[in-house]
């Protein structure tokens, strides 16, 4: 089952049950093609009614019958069963999925409430007796890098924590660049987030997701 949002010939799903699982985790967001014909083995998604309720539902094409309608599987296998669809209910193909980023989306406010409630903290005006080296570039680097871990795949612990590991990331980022003049060695504390998430990032999984593109 999914929740949808739709744009210019693209619509964008979140994956909120298993039954894709482990290709397409819980807490997925799916970007699709509107209108595009799926092929047998593509992922696309269909309008299911229950009972008078209409559902999205983001399933596998494993056939086509002789009058044109497609076989849908769950990659979870029983107990979701099969479906088959007339082709004027499948809304698309799916072009990739993004694993856990519909997990994140809930804490963008309490982000943002962070970094608000970081810039208000009165900063000590001490001046250090040999100025902080100058972070540089590195200063923003964990800014790109960091939400990554939400895009990609990835392994290690970053995987084991989910979205949580970009929100304790980004709250160490965030407290790290407020206090920079005071942290004599911030520019490290930027070097190791960065590499952090480099070396967390899955590469072979990735170049399968985009080679599969």
């Known amino acids: 089952l999914l929740t949808t949002q739709s744009l210019p010939g693209l619509m964008l799903l979140h994956v909120v049950s298993g039954s894709m699982e482990p290709n397409v985790p819980i807490g997925s967001i799916v970007l699709l093609a509107r209108g ?3 092929s047998v083995g593509d992922v696309a998604a269909y309008l299911l009614e229950v009972q008078g309720r209409r559902y999205v539902i983001l399933h596998r094409v494993t056939g086509v019958t002789e009058d044109g309608r497609y076989v849908f599987s769950a990659d979870a296998g029983d107990p979701y069963g099969t479906d088959l669809v007339e082709p004027e209910r499948v809304l698309g193909r799916m072009l990739i999925a993004i694993p856990y980023l519909g997990y994140v989306v809930p804490y963008a406010p309490v982000l943002v409430g ?11 005006t001490r001046p250090p007796v040999q100025g902080p080296v100058d972070p540089g570039f590195l200063r923003y680097l964990p ?15 970053p995987m084991m924590l989910g ?23 911030a520019d490290l504390v930027y070097a190791l987030l960065s590499i952090s998430v480099l070396v967390s990032i899955d590469y072979a ?6 080679w599969g593109l």
Do not use: M, N, Q
């Open 163 to 185: 979205p949580a590991y970009a929100v304790l990331t980004l709250a160490i980022y965030a407290i790290t660049l407020r206090f920079e003049r005071e942290i004599r060695h």
């Open 36 to 38: 595009d014909k799926p």
């Open 114 to 124: 962070l970094a608000l409630l970081l810039s208000l903290v009165p900063r000590r």
């Open 143 to 157: 800014a790109v890098l960091v939400p990554l871990t939400l895009l990609l795949p990835v392994k290690g612990l």
């Open 205 to 210: 999984k990735l170049a399968a997701l985009l």
